[in-house]
């Protein structure tokens, strides 16, 4: 039986499950066409193990100049020597995987590999049946096919999606731990370069009606996920995507078409979308009362918090990596919903003294930003830290900052400072600031 894929963020339940998985469906399969007789059997379980194994180790020629390689294909596929994986959270009641942030270069997510957040499953949907219906406070209601929204001039941008809850496990002690690694920490972010159509475009075909000012966004997904959003929003930047890094979206990501808001908390982009209607005040759906509001400390809550703070976190080193002597590149990743990223400093002594980290083109408004800062690590115990500062002057708080501005009860929205503790010998773990 061909071995798992090397994977350090899946827990070794994970492993046992998903081998228990293979093994039984070996089983099944080889017990069906056991009368058939061998040459259907080997021919079966060599498409098994394509479809659901990985790939044997691959065997590299010393000399690939030597013999003629591999002809084209209709279809390519990753080199068979990387196996980068979203880690499952089985644990998550509804369904949710994180991006590998710290096998990742640049900034565009794989789609692949985009991260997964979904309340009702990822729906099947046949694209000639979809429709978009826009009403309510409209001169025009108008049902939308696909290729009605095809028609209209597209736009593309590249920008992030970030889970509205992402990093919670980075603010609540209870849920801390040193084992952490980046995409456990914050892996319910990605970055897609995304087509569609300007949701201005559409309220300008309908014909918005004076006086409405927020829209329900509403999904076919079982979870029926429906949020209010601002009007002006739509005349800003909004979109109706359906093209994801130069395809089609993917499923997960909300196929045939989502409603992408740049900037603003993942929640509120709600994929599959079937249907808006205009208002003039916001629905209080139950993802924005009872979900999604943060507790301040004075007792009261802060309800549509759209707006994803700056943030940053050290992708390497990190956990489980281990330290050598001598110069070390700290990189990592950086992000604002209000615009570009200005500046990022990195601290090597717990957040004692700072220094300016280099940032790594294209700085893209409302985009993960790559940076890097070249340290010289001399074996003992050091305590890594980053914060960004975005183009508006705001800086990422410290964990201290954000309970005295929301309480420890807070549960959305937490972007505060994160890091990572080198021990003496080079060894790195999650870093547990007070
Ligand atoms: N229809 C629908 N839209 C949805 C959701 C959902 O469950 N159903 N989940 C939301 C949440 S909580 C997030 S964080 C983002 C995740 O987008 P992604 O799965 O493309 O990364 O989609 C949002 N849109
Ligand atoms: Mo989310």
Known sequence: MTALPPDSSTSADERAEAAAQLVSRRTLLAGAVGAVGATLVNNASALLAQTRSPLPSPTALDDPGKVQGRIPSELGERSPFEHPRRRVNRAAPSGES????????GTITPADLHFERHHGGVPVIDPAR???LIHGMVERPFKFTLSDLKRFPAVSRVCFIECSGNGYRGFQQNVMKREATPSWIDGLLSTSEWTGVALATLFREVGVKPGAKWFLA???DAA???RSIPV???FDDAMIAYAQNGEAIRPEQGYPARLLLPGWEGNAQVKWLKRIELAEKPFMTREETSKYTDPLANGTARMF????DAKSLITFPAY???LGRGWCVITGLAWSGRGKIAHVEVSTDGGT??????LQPPILSKCTTHFRHLWKYDGGEAALMSRAIDETGYVQPTRAQLVAARGAGTFYHMNNIRGWKVERGGKVFFHMEG
Do not use: I, R
């Open 305 to 308: 918090s759209f707006v994803m």
């Open 224 to 226: 029926h996920m429906t």
């Open 353 to 358: 003294t700072w220094q300016s980290a280099e």
């Open 130 to 132: 979809y429709t978009l």
């Open 232 to 234: 002006d929003k739509a």
């Open 218 to 220: 509403e999904g076919s």
């Open 98 to 105: 994180e991006s590998p942030l710290q096998d990742l270069y």
């Open 320 to 322: 489980p990596n281990t």
